[in-house]
């Protein structure tokens, strides 16, 4: 018997079945593609996620500018998963990892056994030593996140609004977004169509118009890895919708009401950290070799070094192919999931397991209200910007989305949006402070004309 096999076929947990037990934590993207792959596999496996929903994290930044409602991009796991009759869902966070033993220990207390274990739990923000800033710069990963940053964005022209009634003035409204990446460039276009074209005769006092929205990059271009004459085009797209768009700018400090970057101090109304991410710390529960962001490395199999019985996969993983890393977006996770149940099934029938490899389709990223930068991998190659590529993403976005229901919802949403320049989930939740806001003196009557 060799290793591998001695080490998959000894102390199996043998759940009531008497098959075997995969424990899947985390239940994004990679997660519940490895699940679903593993439907008609003589298994039973066990999703464990600390939230009760799957996440279609790309059209994340729409809940954060009001867009769309949560409800629309998410939808609970145990429902996407009630008639796979071999997986149960248990809503409870991984606080250790016995690789030896073969457990999992919950927050609750409880263990679970496995004789396959994936772990698929992502990534999060990264402010590069300084989590100071994360409470005065907010970053976007999740539902709580989107929900946090819609209130301060929104909040933001409101208590403009009051501050011009009661003293004539207001505040500059800077709105700086930290990373040139997709989600900065996404969010950057989307709050330049709230104050160009939503919220323009909204109010009585103010001009949202007139708010500026700064985007900041340390590299030399935005959208760094997608080919340079789109990223170019998607520069241009910024400028056109009022952007405006600093590279090479490092960001040395952020405090209440204000960003510091080479130097120099930029007054941000409301500021937003889309410049870096960091692997989940539970891979270091794995004791397997990370890289410098956190990312366990993987072989081939997806396995860390002599783990063959553990998988990471998605943001987790550190998976390179022809001298590159795949990158940690939604594709490279779901084919991984997808994988793992062919390596599982491959081991339960006696043959050897067949090696990952990424199929890149491309990618895309949208640049406010109709436009959009893509690099398209299949079934053509080509780049794409404007009404197209926006058309593309849009189609792509909603086919992907899971349930019928969000599909329509999100299809229904964006015609209304377009045909009548209106947000439905326009709604503001929790308090009604933003960091560093200043109170104005009063300057003249109430009902004078918005500031610049």
């Not at 207390?109 to 100071?132: E, I, K, M």
Request: overall charge neutral.
């Amino acid at each position: 018997m060799s290793e591998l096999t001695e080490r998959l076929t000894t102390g199996r947990s043998q759940a009531t079945t008497g098959r075997p037990r995969v424990v899947i934590i985390g239940g994004g993207f990679g997660g519940l593609n490895a699940a679903r792959s593993l439907a008609h596999v003589p298994v039973d496996v066990t999703v464990v996620d600390r939230r009760n929903h799957h996440l279609f994290q790309p059209l994340l930044y729409q809940v954060a500018l009001a867009v769309l409602s949560p409800a629309d991009i998410a939808q609970p796991i145990r429902t996407i998963l009630r008639h796979q009759s071999n997986a149960e869902v248990l809503m409870d966070e991984v606080v250790a990892i016995d690789v030896s033993a073969r457990q999992v220990a919950l927050a609750s207390g409880s263990r679970l056994n496995y004789d396959y274990l994936a772990v698929a739990t992502g990534a999060t923000h990264s402010y590069f030593g300084n989590d100071q800033w994360e409470p005065l710069a907010p970053g976007l990963k999740n539902i709580e996140d989107a929900i946090e940053i819609r209130r301060r964005v929104l909040l933001a022209f409101e208590l403009a609004e009051r501050q011009m009634v009661e003293t004539g003035s207001h505040p500059t409204l800077n709105f700086v977004v930290v990373g040139g990446g997709p989600t900065g460039v996404e969010l950057a276009g989307a709050i330049s169509d709230i104050a160009q074209l939503y919220m323009r005769h909204d109010f009585r006092h103010i001009d949202p118009s007139k708010s500026r929205v700064l985007l900041l990059d340390g590299g030399s271009r935005i959208l760094a890895a997608y080919p340079p004459d789109l990223s170019a085009k998607a520069e241009a797209e910024l400028k056109r919708l009022r952007v405006e768009v600093h590279t090479k700018m490092q960001v040395t400090g952020v405090g209440p009401g204000w960003v510091e970057a080479n130097g120099q101090r930029i007054e941000a109304v409301v500021t937003l950290w889309a410049a870096g991410v960091q692997a989940s710390p539970l891979g270091r529960l794995l004791g397997a070799p990370l890289d410098k962001r956190g990312c366990v490395m993987v072989d081939d199999r997806l396995n860390p070094p002599g783990l063959p019985e553990v998988f990471v996969i998605g943001d987790l993983a550190h998976f390179e192919q022809d001298g590159h890393q795949v990158p940690g977006v939604a594709q490279p996770a779901m084919q991984m999931g997808d994988h793992i149940g062919k390596i599982i099934a491959a081991d339960l029938a006696g043959r050897s397991r067949p090696a990952f490899r990424y199929f890149d389709k491309g990618d895309m990223a949208t640049i406010g209200r109709m436009s959009a930068v893509a690099k398209v991998e299949w079934p053509f190659k080509a780049h794409m910007s404007g009404f197209p590529a926006w058309f593309t993403w849009v189609t792509i976005h909603i086919f992907f989305l899971i349930g019928f229901r969000n599909r329509i919802s999100v299809l229904l949403s964006w015609a209304w949006t377009y045909f009548t320049f209106s947000r439905g989930a326009r709604l503001i939740t929790g308090d009604q402070t933003l960091p560093g806001w200043k109170e104005q003196p009063a300057k003249s009557p109430p009902g004078a004309k918005a500031a610049d």
